[in-house]
């Protein structure tokens, strides 16, 4: 069964609903672990830094720190960069690695923060060797149960979401509450008809190739794996930044939050290819969940 019928099918959806009720249960239980480690966090800077597609849950909590926390300076930056560029020259980071299985960077950025007396706390799924895992738990690393790495990627940041969620729940009023309110919900029950909501985008991204893919710097890191996933059903399909996608005369694919009016606004009247929107009308940090399960559907209806 194509992709096309697969989306439309209420069966094969509904057979996911349960994978993702299981990654969210087991999302919340590296939700503790991740707010205790960030509450013991006594210096000014925070870095969340990432391997690979741990780029969007890191992303999440950066966004979500930079938006509720005035406190604490957010950072975020891939691990290699944060172990060359970053740690060497000063004494007061604290580092959240989020990784999907980039073993030998994690393990090099982690070597560098022991050497650098870092407090750090990483995350990574289950190696493919006992003596990675081995060298992994060596480190301290918290290795999640699942070994793909979307399934690894939408773990995590549902964890980051609802620790975000969490930590920030009285900050900003309404908005906190909000956050934590839908937190506390979760996310699989909706999963169905968010999926009717985007099919015919879904459809027509996946009707032709190539497919470029473009967002706003808040949805990068979850939009980088959309187009992943869509290479994953034979489509030619990577991302590049929004101004750059302005320029190009291919089929482009502009992944927006109801928040980017203005951006929206721009890539209809200046952009030189076909276009077309995944507009996402919910609270931004939201969007990168739901991104993600997106990414995880899409990847789950291909096996």
């Known amino acids: 069964m194509q992709l096309l019928q697969k989306l439309r099918d209420s069966s094969a959806i509904d057979s996911l609903v349960g994978g993702l009720e299981r990654v969210e249960r087991d999302a919340r239980g590296l939700t503790s672990k991740i707010i205790d480690f960030l509450k013991q966090c006594s210096g000014p800077i925070i870095i969340y830094s990432y391997t690979g597609y741990g780029y969007t849950p890191a992303s999440l909590l950066y966004w979500s720190s ?38 030998s960077k ?100 996946s009707s032709k190739s190539p497919v470029v893919v473009t967002s706003t710097k808040f949805l990068e890191a979850p939009s980088i794996l959309l187009s992943s996933v869509l290479r994953e059903h034979g489509l030619a399909s990577y991302y590049i930044p929004f101004e750059e996608a302005l320029s190009i005369k291919q089929r482009v694919l502009g992944v927006f939050a109801s928040t980017d009016e203005r951006v929206r606004r721009e890539f209809k009247t200046r952009g030189l290819g076909e276009g077309l929107e995944l507009l996402l009308n919910l609270e931004p940090l939201e969007a990168i969940v739901y991104l993600a399960i997106l990414s995880y559907v899409l990847y789950k209806l291909k096996q």
């Open 66 to 103: 930079l938006i509720f926390q005035s406190s604490k300076h957010p950072v975020l930056a891939e691990s290699e960069e944060v172990s060359i560029y970053l740690l060497p020259y000063r004494e007061d980071y604290s580092v959240i690695v989020f990784s999907t299985g980039e073993y």
């Open 106 to 205: 994690l393990i090099q950025s982690i070597q560098v923060m022991r050497l650098l007396g870092v407090n750090y706390y990483a995350i990574a799924p289950k190696p493919p060797t006992g003596s990675i895992e081995s060298m992994a738990r060596h480190y301290g690393v918290e290795i999640i149960p699942v070994g793909n790495l979307v399934e690894a990627t939408l773990y995590m940041t549902l964890a980051s979401f609802f620790t975000a969620s969490e930590l920030y729940r009285t900050e900003l009023n309404a908005r906190g509450k909000r956050l934590f309110e839908h937190g506390r919900e979760g996310f699989a029950f909706t999963v169905k008809s968010f999926i009717e909501k985007y099919v015919e985008v879904l459809e027509a991204v």
